[in-house]
């Protein structure tokens, strides 16, 4: 039976209204650790929530893999469909349903039904996530949609929260849950959603953590390098792209080809970036700390 507002405002439980609160106490806490220095995280940690929303789905891919198929090189067709979600992840903090689906789903069709996602308290979410999921508004993608949703609605541009990442952590009971709520039951899905948070939340410190330390580390790797050289604007770009090649660097930095690519070699000297092999064609780079970093946070979430 369909949920109404009445019917879940009578179907949640007083456990499940505390272990909300909890989750939003925990969440809130958690953004107030970031500041606006801590901005540049933000790229990773989507990275992170599409790694771990693509696991889910059952995709097996690295984060290698997914940034090698993100930038149309040869790869897998799992690193594709997980490049799929990390390119849907990064369009939902506009809370366009449509538009995060077409990343996921370029062309596909969609049923005229969607619902509202603009909430951010934790229970509408939790709900709006599972009514997105059930009510299956689209023909494909549709848990994947909502989790780019989900993680958009309980970050913030400084604090992103991969909670996918939680979600992995107990994938049988937020797939249970799911059910639960199709059923007619809110319940789980709120008490799932509330342990996700904890989860995500802890895993997203050790996260942090590791980024911070590579932060500090490349510093000290550019220091000696002039303050306008290109290969110090292109310590940017790859915070936001850690697989890079020359096709990306050249109108990321404004530069020609020659320039991106002694660019590019400065940071292999100074150990930011690694060849991606010896190939001269497709050549690609690597910023090993940071998808190493994202593969850690998914193995962490699965235990």
Known sequence: MPLTPARIAETLEPATLEASGSASVALEEYRAEFTADDAHFAPTFARAEAAASAALAGFVADARETGLARLGLAAPVDARNAASVLEATLVAPGLDIVAVHEAIDPGGDALPDLPDVAQSMLVPVALAHAHLVSSRPFFLGNA??????????????????????????DATGYRSALEAYARGDANPIVLVLARAVHAAVENSRELATALAITRDDWEQAMVGVRS????????????ANPVVDAKLAVPALGVTLAAAYTSIETLVERGILVPRGAERRNRAWFAPALLDAVDAFVARARG
């Not at 604007?233 to 790859?238: G, Q, R, S, T």
Request: hydrophobic letters at 55%; zero cysteines.
């Open 144 to 169: 994947r949609t909502a989790r780019a949703l989900l993680s958009a609605q309980l970050s913030t541009p400084v604090a992103p929260l991969p909670v996918s990442g939680g979600l992995l952590a």
């Open 228 to 239: 306008h050289a290109g290969s110090r604007a292109l310590v940017a770009v790859v915070r």
